[in-house]
């Protein structure tokens, strides 16, 4: 019997285990579940121990210990030596869900060095025991030493009927744990969030019969209490731990009432001390608790006011009798110079002080200000139970334990309308189907039922069912299965092509081999209805076939074989389903029907029992999975569905529709499942080459435009992937602090402080800084001086298609004078040679009816003039230049060709980069970008990544070295990535350069340089820019070739007609008041929603401090801030939780907050581009909107400017700024001129934050 799945869980495990593994031989995989302490040492020297037999290992540290785990750079170099050595993979997890359950796994439990002992006698074979114990590795093995490592808390203690404290929630935080948890009743309570109805006690002598009945049958290795109501029930519990001889007990006071009110009468708080104490193990009292127990023993003790205090009183505690004290400081939270604090505002640390016979240790955490702490001191103490059941010394039991609780108050959910519980199974998620019944499970759930009744009961289905369908609509679609069937063999082949055994190699051979036997009897069934093989050939592939072959692909290329069985489950499945409820229903024809075999073949037995086959191995890996996985699944369940609909929309019309999928293998004689179900669960990732299509408009095939049918070239497009040879790199959580890497900006002060306690600002510190203004010098100055100089050979490079357009008859029918009318009254202007015309409606562009379907699915009713000629100088594949205002819908023009034209490329290979790059300015821009690519492209499956700073890189660098398609990214970010060889460009096809004025006038000109001269020149490249000043000029005639360009509306700097713009000149110290009348006027409507400009930083957080003193629920967000302080601001503002936002520029572009109501100018921008940038917040789609600027004398320079947008978008003109405009001087001198100086930074101020100010009297 070969063992081949290995499972060890446990706490402890050492290198000297992992080094025992590494001897074992045919090991598949190997799972180390719970507290691992693997150094990369151990790691790698259990590597090189591996061999022959060991081929395509995987490996997973599941729950490594988070107080010494390895860097992510240590990671890298044990997942690479693995697979260099065996190919295997390696992945590593700090914290995730509840074991797994393996096939054939050998468990094994806590006592290491009998493990070390037992993986030795694996190794001989020499007695009995050890044969028995390898051929019972299929099944968890039962004997009674096995059993005994279950551990056993027993609790006695009072309930909760409300679930969150008391017996409830110690038995959810045991449960969490992985224990077994029994209980002793002391007491029934009636409460809820709010209080406590009535208590009604359990009697002393029942208590002792249940903690008998419970030792006595079942055992208990931890004993922990919780409110034991009386001197009587103390004394029973006392007595019961000696005549037991329960060494181990965690003692929970429960003395004293979150309001004050001693729980405990006195002669209780006297048995406690004089009984209960001396044979506790640990003991864990709140501050006021250890205060009453240590007076009652005549310790003169006062009211804690330091660290020191806190210490002494758990020392007190300790002398009473316990072993340990965990004195629990959340009563009494420590402001930040380690006093106790007077008030809420002050409050930033909670300290636990764990006391034991040699050392005293304190344990801090960050004040989370909360109101779902109901039964955090039961939870804590069974939470200490549970570790020390699982063999922690104390000090790691008590840590993890706060560890827990701390979490389970940040991720709770309110529950109730007063004090919630914390959050008892943040770490453990339990599946939502029985085992077997996942198949059941995933046809009941809601977001499945509506696709899988639209496939199931359609229209193709019924008319087959009465013999109905037209012959050349069936005929079609045989066609096309046929094809589809072509592809499926190319996946099978190239399965083998990688697979790592010659086992894998013939099985996969072997599905080849069957296929082209079922091909052959496919060719028979249709030559029944006319079809040779000649006609079939000749008929082009429909985009159905492709689009669902490349859906199926990607999955098996990005994912595992689990997920490439769910996507063409819902063929095999609802196939069946459909089959059999035709056979049975009386309303269809029998007699007559030509086409009642395809119902028969499928209702039959062959055909089902290759079904069952199938879902038997669905079903068996399905209860490994984890609940977020599950979703997961679901969703591609979903999208497969779908495209199986769509199938039958294309058999309906009789020609091939976009966002459809083949039948796969059911649209063949029954036998073919039998592959499916047959199909090896550790197969490879597969991809696919195949013939060239014909006339396709949008590119695709799987050959030719995809790549001819070589695996060579043709698989990888040609290019060599030389940044990794790992092909497959997983997920991994990221965690622990970060910092960004600026020069000169050392501070962190903040603002936010986020409302929910999480205390004020970040720090201070300097900044600024460097030499020359502008933000202390030129901190990306040497930005890309590590990438290496491109010599790009045309000749040489693959081809690739970049040409999708295919004119729509109506567009062509179009005349020049109807052209040019719609232009002119759409406010459309075009340069360049051959320009396309515009569409009018989506269907004109030509795009898959899978991408038409989101945008429809949006809401949106026509394109508008950015997209109506945009779309199709995109799809033209020419290099496109596009200006327009913001808020113009130009994202989803870039986008929805971007779609296609990677849907024309063939698929990425490991070590590839992105085939799409958008450039953006902004972070905020970025994520806005990343989120309508995700909308639009997940019909087709397509990946991305959003790199930008600010965040820690662990999750950009694990998306890129797993492949995506689309990289969005800052340049700056960007360039580091590519520095590191964490990413390359040379599969980018189809550049975006977004905001590209905004990003020269942040200095991003010789990045972006930079990071062209890294793809190759023959790209397409598309700008777009909301202005077009010379220097955009000269990076498009630098970088595109005869390119084509539209305007939307005027070429001169002009705002959105839809805004009023009120222009104020006032002098600085009139600009607050005048900042309150206005929103005094504007927050009478709820529904309104302003943006505050300033032009610093410093200003932002004084303006932001000062609104929230005066009553306005005002936040900032700037470049200080870090980004999930930003994200958490600008979810604020989105949702109106807070309705004012102050900001600086960072936010004038890339933030999509549609319902911007106003926005304020509190200081008016360095030059007139910017403000019209800034006032395009609101007013967008299709909305009014207005902009309020403050205009001082020293903006004199810009008056000329904006007198001419003002006048421009005919609005009404301040006398005084005419005056300034007049007297005051020329322009602003153009955009670039403001980053000269006069932000050099801040000297060492340090804010206390604008954001952690309180609400004062609230206005709103």
Not at 732 to 746: H, M, Q, V, Y
Request: proline share 4%.
């Amino acid at each position: 019997m070969k063992l081949e799945d290995l499972y060890i869980t446990g706490l402890g495990i050492t290198d000297a285990v992992l080094n025992k593994v590494g001897e074992l031989r045919n090991l598949r995989r190997v799972t180390f579940n719970a507290s691992t302490t693997f150094t990369a040492d151990g790691l790698l020297e259990f590597i090189s121990k591996l061999g022959q037999g060991n081929e395509g290992i995987e490996v997973s540290v599941d729950m490594a210990n988070p107080e010494d785990h390895l860097t992510e750079e240590e990671q890298g170099i044990v997942r690479e030596t693995l697979w260099k050595k065996v190919g295997g993979s390696f992945e590593y997890t700090l914290i995730r869900g509840t074991p797994t359950t393996l096939t054939r796994a050998f468990y094994m439990s806590c006592n290491w060095e009998a493990i070390s002992g037992v993986l030795a006698c694996q190794l001989c074979l020499t007695t009995k025991l050890h044969h028995r114990i390898i051929t019972d590795a299929r099944e968890p093995f039962t004997s009674t030493a096995s059993r005994m490592d279950t551990k056993r808390i027993l609790v006695i203690a009072g309930s909760d009927s409300s679930g969150g404290a008391g017996l409830e929630a110690d038995q959810k935080v045991i449960a969490a744990h992985g224990c077994y948890a029994m209980t002793a009743t002391t007491a029934l309570t009636a409460q809820n969030t709010l209080g406590v109805y009535g208590i009604h006690s359990i009697p002393p002598e029942f208590v002792a019969k249940q903690i008998d009945a419970c030792v006595e049958d079942i055992g208990v290795d931890v004993v922990k209490t919780g409110m034991l109501a009386g001197a009587s029930t103390i004394k029973i519990v006392a007595e019961a731990i000696e005549r037991h001889e329960l060494k181990k007990t965690v003692i929970d006071p429960v003395m004293i009432a979150t309001s004050g009110a001693q729980l405990l009468p006195e002669e209780a708080v006297e048995s406690l001390h004089k009984d209960l104490l001396p044979k506790t193990m640990v003991l864990t009292p709140n501050i006021p608790e250890a205060l009453l127990l240590i007076r009652r023993a005549e310790l003169g003790f006062d009211n804690p006011e330091t660290v020191d205090d806190i210490v002494r009183i758990a020392q007190a505690v300790r002398q009473l009798g316990p072993q340990y004290v965990v004195l629990k400081g959340g009563h009494i939270p420590l402001t930040k110079e380690r006093v106790v604090s007077r008030s809420e505002a002050e409050r930033h640390t909670i300290l636990n002080v764990l006391c034991g016979p040699h050392e005293t240790i304190i344990m801090e955490s960050k004040y989370q200000n909360s109101k779902n702490t109901h039964g955090t001191g039961c939870s804590l103490a069974s939470a200490i139970a549970s570790n020390l059941a699982a063999e922690l010394s104390v000090e790691a039991a008590v840590r993890r334990a706060n560890q827990y609780v701390e979490a389970g108050i940040r991720l709770s959910k309110n529950i109730g309308k007063g004090s919630g519980p914390i959050n008892h199974f943040h770490s453990t998620y339990t599946l939502p189907f029985a085992p077997g019944r996942f198949v059941e499970y995933m046809l009941e759930r809601k977001d499945v039922n509506g696709p899988w009744r639209e496939h199931t009961e359609h229209e193709f289905v019924q008319k087959l069912a009465k013999g109905t369908l037209p012959l050349e609509k069936f005929k079609n679609y045989l066609v096309q299965d046929y094809k589809f069937l072509i592809h499926f063999s190319r996946t099978y082949a190239l399965a083998a092509y990688k697979s790592k055994s010659l086992s894998d190699i013939r099985e996969n051979a072997q599905h080849v081999i069957r296929l082209q036997d079922e091909m052959k009897l496919h060719i028979d069934f249709c030559a029944k209805f006319g079809l040779s093989q000649e006609d079939i050939e000749r008929e082009e592939e429909s985009e159905a076939c492709t689009a669902y072959t490349r859906y199926v692909l990607d999955i098996g290329h990005s994912e595992d074989s689990l997920a490439l069985q769910i996507a063409v489950l819902p063929c095999m499945v609802g196939y069946s389903y459909i089959a059999k409820r035709l056979y049975t229903d009386p309303e269809s024809v029998r007699d007559g029907n030509m086409f009642w075999h395809w119902v028969e073949t499928y209702a039959g037995d062959d055909y089902n029992e290759g079904v069952k086959k199938a879902v038997d191995l669905v079903e068996k890996y399905a209860v490994t999975q984890s609940a977020s996985r599950i979703d997961e699944l679901a969703w591609i369940f979903i999208q497969a569905t779908r495209m199986e609909t769509g199938f039958w929309d294309m058999g309906s019309q009789g020609k091939a529709r976009a966002f459809v999928g083949s039948v796969a293998l059911c649209a063949i004689p029954a036998p073919a499942t039998l592959l499916l179900a047959s199909s090896h669960h550790h197969a490879p990732p597969v991809q696919v080459t195949g013939p060239k299509r014909v006339n396709m408009s949008y590119g695709g095939g799987y050959g030719g435009s995809r790549g001819g049918g070589g695996y060579g070239s043709g698989y990888s497009n040609g290019y060599v992937p030389t940044t990794s040879s790992i092909p497959f790199l997983p997920m991994l959580p990221t965690f622990g602090w970060f910092w960004r890497r600026e020069a000169g900006c050392a501070s962190y002060g903040g603002s936010n402080g986020y409302s929910n306690g999480y205390g004020g600002a970040y720090g201070g510190g300097g900044g600024g800084g460097g030499g020359g203004g502008g933000f202390g010098g030129d901190r990306m100055a040497n930005l890309g001086a590590g990438l290496k100089q491109q010599n790009w050979d045309l000749a040489s490079l693959p081809k690739f298609e970049k040409s999708f357009y295919k004119e729509h008859p109506t567009v062509a029918a179009r005349s020049p004078a109807e052209v040019d009318l719609y232009r002119k009254e759409q406010q459309i202007s075009v340069q360049g040679r051959g320009v396309p015309k515009p569409v009018t409606t989506f269907d004109e562009a030509g795009f898959p009816s899978y991408v038409m379907n989101e945008v429809k699915a949006q809401g949106f009713t026509k394109p508008t003039p950015i997209q109506a000629q945009g779309w199709p100088m995109a799809l033209s594949g020419r290099d496109v230049v596009g200006i327009a205002e913001t808020g113009s819908g130009k994202t989803l023009t870039y986008c929805l060709p971007a779609i296609v034209h990677i849907n024309a490329q063939p698929l990425l290979a490991p070590g590839d980069g992105p085939i799409v790059l958008i450039l953006a300015p902004t972070r905020e821009l970025a994520v806005q970008i990343q989120q309508e690519m995700s909308k639009f492209g997940k019909s087709s499956r397509i990946r991305n990544t959003c790199v930008y700073g600010g965040v820690p890189k662990g999750q950009q660098i694990r998306d890129l070295s797993r492949g995506v398609e689309v990289c969005i990214a800052t340049p700056g970010r960007l360039i580091d990535m590519l520095e590191s060889n964490r990413t390359n460009l040379r599969r980018v096809t189809y550049l975006v350069l977004d905001e590209a004025d905004r990003m020269l006038d942040m200095g991003f000109e010789p990045q972006i340089r930079k990071i062209i001269g890294q793809i190759r020149p023959d790209r397409q490249t598309c700008m777009w820019s909301a202005t077009w000043p010379k220097e955009v000029r000269q990076l498009a005639s630098d970088y595109q070739s005869d390119w084509i360009q539209v305007n939307i509306g005027s070429m001169d700097l002009s705002a959105n007609h839809r805004i009023t713009q009120i222009v104020e000149v006032v002098s600085d110290f009139e600009k607050r008041d005048r900042m309150t009348k206005h929103l005094e006027k504007i927050m009478d409507e709820k529904k309104n929603k302003v943006l505050i400009f300033t032009g610093t930083k410093r200003v932002a957080d004084d303006i932001t401090r000062f609104l929230r003193q005066d009553g306005w629920p005002a936040l900032s967000i700037h470049g200080d801030k870090q980004q999930n302080e930003r994200d958490w601001v600008l979810n604020e503002f989105k949702t109106g939780k807070s309705p004012i936002m102050v900001a600086t520029d960072v936010a004038s572009r890339g933030i999509d907050v549609r319902d911007i109501t106003h926005v304020l100018n509190y200081d008016y921008p360095n030059n007139s581009e910017d403000y019209v940038h800034r006032i395009g917040r609101t007013g967008r789609a299709g909305a009014k909107g207005t902009a309020i600027t403050f205009f001082t004398a020293e903006n004199a320079k810009q008056a000329r400017d904006l007198v001419n947008v003002l006048t421009e978008s005919k609005q009404q003109i301040d006398p005084r700024l005419s005056e300034m405009c007049r007297y005051g001087g020329g322009g602003g001198g153009g955009g670039r001129g403001r980053w000269g100086g006069g932000r050099g930074g801040r000297s060492g101020g340090s804010y206390s934050g604008g954001n952690a100010a309180p609400i004062r009297n609230s206005r709103w």
